[in-house]
């Protein structure tokens, strides 16, 4: 740490100086015994903390704290954190001014304390009308790797990246949906810790490297997401991968019924994968056994537990890598890496990343103007040469991502009915017309909205979670 002479403003009116704000800092080291180390853009509270023997904590243990005041640091931090546990570690990221960038990482000594910081802690208000938002930050291991000839198999694709990258633990790979004998496109590849794929990710990244003779596209991948054991010993709904794409609900609701009739309550079946409710936890734990690997007309199924999805969540949330509420509520094991939606070449293209780890609840995407002088030089480009950060609505979301998968734009039908009370009500039926075949015709959310805005969004961010 270095002195600074300037001073700030904490949030409350009072005024700290730098000297003042590193005699708080020095306080807390000497109350609680940790070291405090600032580096590569952030600062270091602990890891491991005094006494600490053996390794660090498992994965889980750590939740990312968005919405942090600037001028909010470790002595007014710390004391908050830890009334949800031990901290192993406190990582609060810096800016070269000495303000932080308003987010931190938390490790705390097991999954529990991380859970239940996240619990108490998320929209915790730490200072007058300022809320932090608090959730899991996992290591991410995986990287996507898209561009990957079709025809090339799993063993194939493990020895590639084997040779080409260290630490390698693990590929997954999915069959197409039209064609079981060819891959996707793409695929996911684990490596042992989240600086073995860093490092792999660093040595890819440039976009000239080539497998098998293709320039291959590659990204982090989304680290799967975490539910706590209590909620998933209630889960009695299945995740069912793999389905040809011609069969249907009635087929599969037959099929999970021959080993005990009667016990599925209901089917939602989306393009080549589905979700089967049951009526007890007991028969779908039992049908999930009897059941994954099972051919269901001509396809090797893929069978596990379903996982739960905050239904409170809304869509900014999912543009930060959560889920829309106007979904099914359940989300199937692997989170989101069911192929349709991957080749764009990024698995949560709008999510925001920090540090090189996926940070779910960073604040929403900035938006700002700019004072435009006279003589500024203008470029003319297309939306499509754009990331996909730049678009925050889900309308153009959906255009440019048929664009990247050169698929035709989207199709837009509106609808209407009539409420109870009178009041009109607008829903948008989507047609993609280049994959408009077998059960999956057209994406149409289960929600009326009031105005055409709010529908035509509706519909947009439904087919985003159903492609």
């Known amino acids: 740490m270095h002195e600074e002479n300037t001073e700030v403003t904490n949030g409350c009116g009072k005024v700290r100086s730098g000297t003042q704000n590193e005699a708080a800092l020095l306080a807390l080291m000497e109350k609680t015994g940790y070291s405090m180390v600032q580096e590569n853009g952030q600062r270091k509270f602990g890891g491991p903390p005094p006494g600490w023997e053996g390794p660090p904590p498992p994965r889980g243990c750590e939740v990312f704290v968005g919405k942090i005041p600037r001028d909010m640091y470790e002595d007014e931090l710390v004391p908050v954190f830890e009334r949800a546990g031990k901290i192993y570690e406190f990582r609060l990221m810096m800016e070269f001014s000495g303000e932080n960038r308003g987010y931190a990482f938390v490790m705390y000594t097991t999954k529990e304390e991380a859970q239940l910081a996240i619990r108490i802690l998320n929209n915790y208000e730490i200072r007058p009308g300022k809320f932090i938002g608090v959730c899991v930050s996992l290591d991410n291991c995986r990287l996507f790797i898209g561009a990957i000839p079709k025809e090339k198999k799993k063993e ?16 997954i790979v999915y069959p197409n949906a039209t064609d079981k004998t060819k891959n996707r496109g793409f695929a996911f590849v684990e490596y042992e810790s989240h600086r073995a794929a860093a490092m792999a990710r660093r040595r890819l990244i440039p976009g000239t490297f080539q497998l098998w003779g ?33 069969t249907t609900e009635d087929t599969i609701k037959a099929e999970f019924n021959k ?22 936890r007991e028969d779908a734990v039992a049908a999930m056994s009897v059941m994954n690997g099972k051919c269901i007309d001509g396809a090797s199924i893929e069978v596990t537990l379903a996982k ?16 829309s509420p106007s979904s099914e509520s359940l989300l199937g094991f692997p989170n989101k890496e069911d192929g349709h939606q991957k080749p764009l070449g990024k698995t949560s293209s709008l999510s925001v990343r920090a540090n090189g780890q996926h940070s779910p609840n960073l ?9 435009f002088f006279p003589g500024t030089k203008l470029t003319p480009i297309s939306m499509y040469s754009l ?21 035709a734009p989207p199709e837009y039908y509106l609808y209407s009915t009539t409420s109870q009370d009178g009041k009109i009500l607008l829903v948008y039926k989507i047609v993609i017309p280049t994959i408009s075949n077998g059960s999956q015709s057209y994406f149409m959310p289960d929600k009326l909205c009031t105005t055409l805005e709010d529908a035509k969004e509706l519909a947009a961010q439904f087919t985003l979670l159903h492609l």
Request: glycine share 2%; charged share 30%; hydrophobic share 35%.
């Open 156 to 171: 194939e694709i493990l020895d590639e990246m084997k040779k080409v990258t260290e630490g390698v633990v693990d590929v």
């Open 214 to 246: 293709h320039t291959i596209q590659v990204d982090w991948a989304d680290p799967e997401k975490e539910v706590d054991e209590e909620t998933m010993q209630r889960v009695k709904v299945l995740y069912v991968r793999n389905l040809m794409i011609s």
């Open 259 to 280: 080993f005990k009739p009667g016990v599925v309550e209901r089917v939602k079946k989306l393009r080549d994968y589905a979700f089967v409710h049951f009526f007890n």
């Open 308 to 323: 739960p999805v905050n239904k409170e969540s809304t869509w900014r949330q999912h543009l930060n890598g959560q889920i």
């Open 363 to 371: 604040p929403e995407i900035e938006r700002c103007t700019y004072p």
């Open 387 to 407: 990331k996909s950060s730049h678009f925050s609505s889900a309308v153009m979301h959906l255009d440019y991502y048929c664009n990247k998968n050169n698929w």
